[in-house]
T-cell receptor, first 114, second 113 residues
Framework: NAGVTQTPKFQVLKTGQSMTLQCAQD?????MYWYRQDPGMGLRLIYY???????DKGEVPNGYNVSRLNKREFSLRLESAAPSQTSVYFC?????????????FGSGTRLTVV | TQLLEQSPQFLSIQEGENLTVYCNSS?????LQWYRQEPGEGPVLLVT?????EVKKLKRLTFQFGDARKDSSLHITAAQPGDTGLYLC?????????????FGAGTQVVVTP
């Protein structure tokens, strides 16, 4: 089925380790996003990308980097994981910017940093 | 980041009852969306509202956008167990030219048979 695919679904890291969360969409969407979801705080935007080759910081970018590898793929990297980065991470895409466009979300990556 | 509040945080009702959840802010929205999220999954878009005072219906769900475009409500008639989930509102602020979505913390709805 068409949609947004995230890998891995679960991950446990030790403090200081690094990892990359992968995201790919097959809907030919232009814009892609990374959010984190924490209890009581909703979804907070980490980074976003309007199109291939462009990325911008969102509300909570510290400790993260991103790469928009091509139109389909948008990866999120944690260079040195910290316990505060324990969260559920969601990748999303939209056809383009604009008030009428909804987001399609992946099923998330549940990350625990110990 | 502008404040976006959803209320109540949690709602537990019996099958067949009605419920209403709210989304409020002090700033003006250019558009508002409602999503539903089930455990272990990402949010799924239910509706987009753009015009102040707009009302949209999706089967037993009724969505209303406030006249001043600062608030919205979601009303479910005769709730069913399948309506159980986390209901999130998401807004595009009129001041954000890029049009990024800001999400509320959500209302957890539990419908018991």
């Amino acid at each position: 089925n068409a949609g947004v695919t995230q890998t891995p679904k679960f991950q446990v890291l030790k403090t200081g380790q690094s990892m990359t969360l992968q995201c790919a969409q097959d809907m030919n969407h232009n814009s892609m996003y990374w959010y984190r979801q924490d209890p009581g705080m909703g979804l907070r935007l980490i980074y976003y990308s309007a199109s291939e080759g462009t990325t911008d910081k969102g509300e909570v970018p510290n400790g993260y980097n991103v790469s928009r590898l091509n139109k389909r793929e948008f990866s999120l990297r944690l260079e040195s994981a910290a316990p505060s980065q324990t969260s559920v991470y969601f990748c999303a895409s939209s056809e383009r910017r604009g008030i009428n466009y909804g987001y399609t979300f992946g099923s998330g990556t549940r990350l625990t940093v110990v | 980041t502008q404040l976006l509040e959803q209320s109540p945080q949690f709602l537990s009702i019996q099958e067949g009852e009605n419920l209403t959840v709210y989304c409020n802010s002090s700033s003006v929205f250019s558009s508002l969306q409602w999503y539903r999220q089930e455990p272990g999954e990402g949010p799924v878009l239910l509706v987009t509202v753009v015009t102040g005072g707009e009302v949209k219906k999706l089967k037993r769900l009724t969505f209303q956008f406030g006249d001043a475009r600062k608030d919205s409500s979601l009303h479910i008639t005769a709730a069913q167990p399948g309506d159980t989930g986390l209901y999130l509102c998401a807004v595009r602020h009129a001041s954000d030219s890029w049009g990024k979505l800001q999400f509320g913390a959500g209302t957890q709805v539990v419908v018991t048979p």
